[in-house]
């Protein structure tokens, strides 16, 4: 299996955002912003139903969700970025309790990890993107733009549920290039 890398430009995070959105098909747009603004794995995300984005109760969506992983078993809270409420007021005004969040459009089931591979795929390829993306690309380029935007290796790692940093450093795809500007970057002498 080939190793996924991070995106690394922006542009193209941005680009990817907007793929899906800019041909209408929210679902598709959702997938991959949860994706990118979650740090989340492809198969939490999809495991995610309304209940856990909407209070019911109160009629309106949450700030926050709460998960259990399901690969580590620990318990995680989330804030929701401002654009994934906006989308899930846009995506979602008739949901149900008990509904898959992103859902197969024939069957009302969740969307399959290889669904979800391919929705991803096909927006980086249709974008010229060289890289190879996948879902787990995704989780890597939230962490990769986290650290670039200097927050701290250590609370990425609390955020990916890494048992080490050097996990976390590989996500993050420190490159020699990366390691370059942090030398010639920093000024010790006046």
């Known amino acids: 299996m080939a190793m996924t890398e991070p995106i690394r430009d922006k542009q193209q995070v941005s680009q990817l955002l907007k793929f899906y959105l800019n041909k209408g ?22 495991r995610l139903t309304c209940d856990d984005v909407y209070d019911f109760k109160n009629c ?15 318990s995680k809270t989330i804030a929701l970025h401002k ?22 459009k024939h069957t009302n089931k969740s969307l399959s990890r290889i669904q979800a591979y391919r929705i991803i795929r096909t927006a980086a390829e249709s974008l010229g993107f060289e890289q190879r993306v996948s879902c787990h690309s995704l989780r890597k380029t939230f962490g990769y733009h986290a650290w670039k935007n200097g927050v701290s290796p250590a609370v990425i790692m609390d955020i990916y549920n890494h ?14 290039d990366d390691k370059n500007a942090v030398y010639v970057g920093l000024c010790f002498v006046g």
């Open 25 to 46: 098909e929210i679902r598709n747009h959702l997938l991959i912003a949860l994706c990118i603004h979650t740090a989340l794995r492809i198969s939490d995300i999809l």
């Open 60 to 74: 309106r969506i949450r700030k926050t969700i709460t998960i259990t992983e399901k690969k580590t078993g620990k």
């Open 83 to 104: 654009s994934i409420i906006n989308i899930l007021s846009i995506c979602y005004p008739n949901a149900k309790p008990g509904m898959p969040l992103i859902r197969n």
């Open 163 to 176: 048992g080490s940093l050097s996990t976390t450093q590989r996500y993050l795809g420190v490159t020699q």
